[in-house]
Structure formats: C-alpha cells, structure tokens
C-alpha cells in the first residue's frame, strides 16, 4: 500500500485522475513530490481504493 503525505493529497488535480478497467488511479507529476531533483525519478501512480476512491469519485461528480 502506498501512503502520502498530506501535502500531496492537498494539490491533487482533477487532470491528474485517470479511471482504468482495474480501478480508479492518481498519477502523481515528479514536480509535485520531494523527489522533483532527482533526476531518475518520474511521476508516481497510486490506485485509489475504499474510502480515497469514493471521496474522490463525489468530488468529481460535484465538478462543473
């Protein structure tokens, strides 16, 4: 399981979202995590389940 940290939560984008056969799914950009330097770092994919899924899933129906 993957954990964030909140400040990462925070800055989540709607253009970030991808919904796929296997669920729901963040994709991180590099610039957004503490390894923005890293220069072998990339963006990081998280699935969204349980609770984080359904938040989610109600904020972007109340998206106009």
């Known amino acids: 399981?993957?954990?964030l940290?909140?400040?990462e939560?925070?800055?989540m984008e709607g253009k970030e979202l991808s919904k796929?056969?296997?669920?729901l799914?963040?994709?991180i950009p590099k610039a957004k995590t503490r390894n923005t330097n890293r220069a072998s770092a990339t963006?990081?994919?998280v699935p969204?389940?349980?609770r984080a899924e359904k938040l989610?899933?109600?904020?972007l129906e109340l998206r106009v």
């Not at 796929?20 to 669920?23: A, C, F, K, Q, Y």
């Not at 989610?56 to 904020?59: A, E, H, I, L, P």
């Open 5 to 7: 940290r909140g400040g």
């Open 1 to 3: 399981m993957d954990w």
């Open 25 to 27: 799914w963040w994709t």
């Open 43 to 45: 963006d990081h994919r």
């Open 20 to 23: 796929e056969p296997d669920g």
């Open 48 to 50: 969204l389940a349980g």
């Open 56 to 59: 989610v899933q109600r904020r």
């Open 9 to 11: 939560i925070v800055v």
